[in-house]
């Protein structure tokens, strides 16, 4: 080649010998292009049933703290209305044992708060790890 000749000049005849380019791979390409497209296939697959399995655990765990809110809040119901029951003393009988209950005024308003406190935390931590922001979640 010579200093000013252009590099990407290419021989026409050169060309016309490599002859006829087919549109169809070879069979060695097209196993890798099926193997390919099997792979991708089964990809998808499993990405479907990781989001259904994730779905199901978070209907699983949104009923479970739910049903384990509602017992707290019975409890604290059961408790408040057994101090709201006596005047002084309220005395339950137990099959054969007797049961005095009575709380304080510092202990009930302890009681209703912590127990308020830690609903809300519980509601709110396990809501945002079912349930998290979109943008978060993306790699």
């Keep these: 080649m010579s200093p000013g000749e252009n590099p990407l000049k290419f021989d026409l005849d050169v060309i016309g010998t490599i ?21 991708e296939k089964q990809k998808r697959t499993l990405e479907i ?15 479970a703290t739910f049903g384990l809110v509602c017992i707290w809040l019975t409890c604290v119901l059961l408790i408040s209305i057994l101090q709201g029951l006596g005047v002084g003393r ?11 209950f009575q709380l304080e005024s510092g202990v009930m308003i302890a009681l209703i708060a912590t127990t308020t406190a830690n609903i809300i935390a519980v509601l709110l931590i396990v809501m945002k790890y079912l349930f998290p922001n979109q943008k978060s979640t993306k790699p």
Excluded: M
């Design 49 to 63: 049933r990781g989001i259904i399995q994730t779905l199901d655990q978070r209907k699983h765990y949104a009923r």
């Design 90 to 100: 309220t005395t339950f009988y137990f099959f054969h044992f007797q049961i005095k």
């Design 19 to 39: 002859g006829p380019v087919s549109n169809t791979p070879d069979p060695r390409t097209q196993v890798e292009v099926d193997s390919l497209a099997a792979h």
